[in-house]
């Protein structure tokens, strides 16, 4: 059965550095999103896509975050300067095939941590 | 916008009981409502999602009921087996057919189930 894959699976990276997690949607997929989940909290929206451009953000989706489509597959979520708050589980799923185009698909997740 | 309360926060029962987690939401608007279980360290798995046409749906061990009048919405897990314990979310969504975005999940707290062999 086809699945989201994320990577990298872990991330340290220094206070201010830029970082960009990467996803690979279901193939056909349409719909793609970011949640973020910080440890021991519940998973948290950031932001939706679809017809390469944003269709949704949430207040945490901040002028330093961007999401690009750069290829035919690739799904990218930027930091531009992490900050300590930002360590959390990143989540990317995908949606919209056939008649059940609402259900969503998580990938395993990047778990980034902002020293 | 939508808010997603989940009770309770942690459930512990003993294998082969019954386990009941319920959700309310705030969005009348809101019509699909997904579960997710979650083990340690891995990504939120669907295990169940019901549609606002809908009253009851199972799967197996499992059911969801939605109540629109009162926006609430229950998971129903009967024989509970160890290999059930995990965090179980629940979810609200406006899925926006034919339109541009299927719409963004909004998550409950989670529920820590455990079950006692």
């Known amino acids: 059965e086809p699945e989201v894959t994320q990577t990298p699976s872990h991330q340290v990276t220094q206070m201010g550095q830029e970082v960009i997690l990467r996803c690979v949607p279901i193939?056909?997929?349409?719909?793609f999103y970011w949640y973020r989940q910080i440890l021991g909290q519940k998973v948290e929206f950031l932001v939706s896509?679809?017809?390469?451009?944003?269709?949704?953000k949430s207040e945490i989706f901040d002028d330093q975050f961007s999401v690009e489509r750069p290829d035919g597959s690739n799904f990218t979520l930027k930091i531009r300067s992490t900050k300590l708050e930002d360590s959390a589980m990143y989540f990317c799923?995908?949606?919209?095939?056939?008649?059940?185009?609402?259900?969503?698909?998580f990938g395993p997740g990047t778990r980034l941590l902002v020293l | 916008g939508e808010n997603v309360e989940q009770h309770p926060s942690t459930l512990s029962v003993q294998e082969g009981d019954s386990a009941v987690i319920k959700c309310t939401y705030s969005?009348?608007?809101?019509?699909?409502f997904p579960w997710y279980k979650q083990e340690l360290g891995k990504r939120p798995q669907l295990i169940i999602d019901?549609?606002?046409?809908?009253g009851e749906k199972k799967d197996q061990r499992i059911a969801v009921t939605l109540n629109k009048t009162a926006k609430h919405f229950s998971l129903h897990i009967t024989e509970t087996q160890p290999e059930d314990s995990a965090v179980y979310f629940c979810?609200?969504?406006?899925?926006?057919?034919?339109?541009?975005?299927?719409?963004?999940?909004?998550f409950g707290q989670g529920t820590i189930l455990t079950v006692h062999p």
């Open positions: 896509f679809y017809n390469n451009e944003i269709s949704e």
């Open positions: 193939s056909n997929h349409l719909y």
């Open positions: 019901i549609r606002s046409n809908v």
């Open positions: 799923a995908s949606s919209g095939t056939g008649g059940r185009q609402e259900t969503q698909y």
């Open positions: 979810a609200a969504s406006l899925a926006n057919a034919g339109g541009t975005s299927y719409g963004k999940l909004t």
């Open positions: 969005d009348s608007a809101s019509n699909y």
